[in-house]
């Protein structure tokens, strides 16, 4: 029987760099991965450049059972920690917005890294790994693994959350959490677009491909302002992605469309100036024209001019477009969502070190792991925080 001393299922981006950190230390390591090739959501990411951190990572951005149970780790290996390897492998970046890191060529760039750490620790990667079992008998694990056995003296589970199934999602890793006796917080879509009822979606429809900048806030009062795109679907953009892991079905989001004007003054003042102005005209200048024809529509705006509109009026209009309600419908799911929200429940697995407080040996990490952040970068510096607290830990045992 083949004997390693660690084995980590998942060629993912907690996978490797976990594998890369234990392995430069001597143990002998064995990445299992389903798919053929190794970190295939990175090359998906970031629309091809992956957005590998943030330089704001702060444990508020990720949402978790236990909120606290993430800051260890990521206080352990930052964001700068990350940034000095990108560095190191000469690898061009550069700030997009709010902090997010993508690389200025291709995210490959980042799974070449991640692959030549993994080969100057000489670690073992085998990809179309079919997993039938796993059983840990005496201090060792044993992995079936294609009709053979492997043992290993610590199992990570590595293997992500149930988003985008095409690039290889499975439940696997919330199996071997259950077989191991740890809970599952349930698990939904997250980072994922908004679908709309009909009567709704076949009024915003025609406005497929534009995008506004908003301030969106769920019922909960989490709020964010970026850009809102209309799809042939319902809502998407990094406001709506952003606000999607707070939303529960059946909630209703509210959409401020002028997030940095305060629209009672502006229209009062602009009233003052050009009375004759159509109401229209003038909220053109800020959003365009075929959306403000279907906020007509929707009867947000008034077909009047300016002098045309009263106190009481103008406070409708400008609560209506500071505060649009829109219930959704649903969200498009795992189809397209960038992250899993939930996952491999924190109160039995140690934020130190990231092991099962049930079964030694056993370890968590990446996006398995009820830790979910938001959009832009933060989901991949959990995976990197999380994957060296293990391989610490692993290193010194
Ligand atoms: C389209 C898209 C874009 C994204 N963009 C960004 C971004 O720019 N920035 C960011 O921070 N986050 C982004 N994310 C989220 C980010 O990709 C994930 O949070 C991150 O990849 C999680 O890392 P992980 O190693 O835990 O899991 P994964 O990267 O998902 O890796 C898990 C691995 O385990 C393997 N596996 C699964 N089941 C089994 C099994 N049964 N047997 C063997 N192997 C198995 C999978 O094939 C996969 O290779 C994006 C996600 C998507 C889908």
């Known amino acids: 029987m083949e004997k390693f001393d660690v084995i980590i299922i998942g060629a993912g981006a907690a996978g490797l760099f976990c594998a890369a950190n234990v392995g430069q230390k001597g143990l002998k390591v064995l990445v299992l991965d389903n798919g053929k090739k190794a970190g295939r959501k990175i090359l998906m990411s970031g629309g091809g450049r992956c957005n590998f951190t943030n330089l704001y990572i702060d444990p508020t951005a990720y949402i978790s059972t236990n909120p606290h149970f993430c800051k260890s780790a990521l206080a352990r290996f930052t964001q700068w920690d990350f940034i000095a390897l990108v560095q190191k ?55 079936y693994v294609n009709e053979k056995v492997i043992s290993s003296n610590a199992l990570i589970v590595a293997s992500g959350g149930l988003s985008m199934p095409k690039l290889g999602a499975t439940p696997f890793g919330y199996r071997i959490a259950e077989q191991f006796g740890h809970n599952i917080q349930p698990t939904r879509a997250a980072l994922v677009p908004f679908t709309l009822h009909k009567t709704l979606l076949d009024v915003l429809q025609t406005l497929s491909g534009i995008a506004i900048s908003v301030k969106v806030s769920s019922q909960n009062a989490m709020t964010f302002q970026e850009n809102l795109l209309f799809t042939h679907r319902g809502l998407s953009g990094p406001a709506i992605l952003q606000i999607s892991s707070y939303w529960q079905p059946g909630e209703h989001i509210s959409i401020n469309l002028f997030p940095n004007i305060n629209l009672i003054d502006y229209l009062t003042h602009e009233q003052t100036i050009h009375p004759n102005l159509l109401l229209k005209n003038l909220l053109a200048k800020y959003l365009p024209k075929r959306f403000i024809e279907t906020l007509q529509i929707l009867k947000k705006i008034p077909d009047k001019s300016l002098k045309q509109l009263n106190k009481s009026q103008i406070n409708t209009i400008a609560e209506g477009l500071h505060n649009w309600q829109i219930q959704p419908n649903s969200t498009e799911g795992y189809r397209t969502a960038e992250v899993t929200l939930g996952g491999v429940d924190t109160s039995s697995i140690s934020s130190k070190t990231m092991e099962s407080e049930k079964v030694i040996g056993l370890y968590f990490i990446g996006e398995v792991v009820d830790v979910t952040g938001w959009l832009g970068g933060y989901n991949f510096q959990w995976a990197w925080s999380s994957a060296w607290a293990c391989a610490q830990h692993l290193i010194k045992s």
Do not use: M, W
């Not at 709010?98 to 490959?108: E, K, T």
């Not at 085998?126 to 044993?142: A, G, M, V, W, Y």
């Open 89 to 143: 492998h000469n690898i061009p970046y550069h700030e997009k917005i709010l902090g997010q890191l993508f690389c200025d060529n291709s995210a490959q760039d980042i799974v070449d890294l991640l692959l030549i750490e993994c080969k100057v620790a000489g670690v073992s990667l085998r990809f179309q790994s079919e997993i039938t079992e796993i059983k840990k008998i005496d201090n060792k694990f044993l992995v």
